[in-house]
């Protein structure tokens, strides 16, 4: 192995949604400082929503598959509280977002296949201590309706 290289096994946690796997952690000490890159997978018509954190900044990005990415603002002194914005992110829209802590966040997988995100965190996951908040998928708050819209 050449001098410096590492390499870190990756651990698959799959269930009847699709997996989840942590990439890279600030606590692999093999960057000198950043939170999380992780990778997850979601089957056709999946919604994953919604959720927050206090603490985490996320960027978002899709580099297989298309999600609709639903994101509400629930910052109370945000000047844009309680507004909802719709994304759709994937092959067909190459794009990444900062999604900053306190908003909402969530997506609905797009189309017949399989979509793949990977996302960067200001910090790493800590199952004793999760930064991550829970709303349901179809909170009346949000009131977002998830369906297609045929037009």
Known sequence: MIDGVRVKKLLKHMDDRGYFMEVVRDDDNLLERFGQLSASLSYPGVIKAFHYHKHQDDIWFFPKGNAQV???????????VGQTDVYYMGEHNLISLL??????HGYRVLGNEPAIITYLTNQSY??????????????????????????
């Open 99 to 104: 999604i900053p802590r306190g908003v909402a």
């Open 70 to 80: 639903v994101l509400y603002d629930r910052r109370p002194a945000s000047p844009t």
């Open 126 to 151: 800590d199952p004793d201590n999760p930064d991550e908040y829970r709303i349901a998928h179809n909170d009346p708050e949000i009131g977002f309706d998830w369906n297609t819209k045929f037009k």
